[in-house]
């Protein structure tokens, strides 16, 4: 608790791990050392020709400080403003050292330069978030009826705070309507069996599964109840892309819908949530057609082959500037 560094950049710390980095670099003459996510910062280094970006793929204190208030308990509570507070000192004097930081989003990128506006010049949005479009079979019919799922991993706290919020709150009005309701987790680490007890009848862990298109390709809603956390959810991506229909929060769409119905179903209220899902029930059609706008979506622009293009020719300026400084201003 006494510590300034965040806990999760102090679980990441390994003394082994950076030699292996430096090691990659020199022997193999690297140009760029890109980073993924805010604890791995750390590893940036400081050098003179070789470029370090880092990809921010949730800004780290606004997903901490979007959690506080979501907690059981006060100790949970004081701890996760502890991290909030170690977060944002961080992260504000981390990224400056960065030669570029990447987010995922416009808005992303002005939440940052809200806190320091010098950052302008090294972020960069939109280069990274995205998928294999072509990679998931879509199917928007077919699908076993009155089922819901989610897909998260439960070491990261946004999916477990969104998990006891909708069954708490969202899944007893669902089942109200329409008792043979069913939800299905897939993720690593779920909570124990108990922790759900009451629901017990209507719910299904999964766990850990091997390939995330299958259930993608079976279930009849996709919910997102995401209440913290920052940046684009993948996930979401690939619900898009297998043809499920979304039912999400506005911040679990954060930077891929804004209207409600578009490409997925939006409301941060549990009763505005259960209804939106039991229209989906209701409403095949309907459903199959926000689908259908939503896979459209992905393809025109959240597939990684326009997306990669746009992040070599990134690399490529980036090295460029890189190299310029480090010969006086002269390439």
């Avoid at 880092?54 to 606004?62: A, C, G, N």
């Avoid at 901490?64 to 000192?89: F, N, Q």
């Avoid at 690593?188 to 007890?197: C, E, G, I, K, T």
């Avoid at 996709?222 to 996930?235: A, E, H």
Wanted: glycine share 8%; hydrophobic share 40%.
């Amino acid at each position: 608790m006494g510590s300034l560094r965040p806990h999760a950049v102090r679980e990441f710390f390994n003394e082994d791990l950076e030699w292996l980095i430096h090691r990659q670099l020199y022997t193999r003459r690297i140009d760029v050392l890109q980073l993924e996510y805010t604890p791995m910062a750390q590893y940036r280094g400081d050098y003179r020709r070789i470029a370090s970006a880092l990809f921010e793929h949730d800004v780290y204190f606004q997903s901490v400080g979007r959690g506080l208030g979501h907690h059981t308990g006060l100790v949970p509570e004081l701890k996760a403003r502890m991290e909030y507070l170690r977060a944002l000192r961080y992260e504000l004097r981390t990224l400056p050292a960065c030669d570029q930081v990447q987010v995922c989003t416009p808005a992303n990128r002005d939440y940052l330069l809200s806190f320091s506006p010098n950052l302008a010049p090294r972020l960069q949005a939109g280069l990274r978030a995205g998928i294999i479009s072509s990679r998931y079979e879509f199917r928007n019919s077919g699908r076993e009826p009155f089922t819901m799922l989610f897909v998260g991993s439960f070491r990261h706290d946004p999916n477990r705070i969104a998990m006891d919020w909708f069954v708490r709150e969202v899944l007893p009005r669902i089942l109200a309507q329409q008792p043979k309701a069913r939800l299905v987790i897939a993720g690593s680490d779920p909570p124990p069996a108990h922790a759900y007890a009451d629901f017990s009848g209507a719910l299904q862990m999964l766990g850990y599964v091997d390939d995330v298109r299958d259930p993608l390709g079976r279930y009849a809603v996709f919910v997102c109840p995401i209440l913290s956390g920052s940046g684009v959810r993948v996930k979401l991506l690939e619900a898009f892309a297998a043809g499920i229909p979304v039912v999400s929060t506005v911040v679990g769409a954060e930077g891929l819908a804004r209207q409600d119905g578009e490409f997925c179903a939006l409301s941060d209220d549990p009763a505005g949530f259960a209804d939106r899902v039991l229209k989906l029930f209701d409403d095949p059609p309907a459903a199959a057609g926000m689908a259908c706008r939503a896979r459209a979506e992905v393809e025109a622009n959240w597939d990684m082959a326009a997306i990669t293009s746009k992040l070599v020719r990134g690399y490529d300026e980036l090295v460029r500037k890189k190299r310029e400084l480090a010969c006086g201003g002269s390439a």
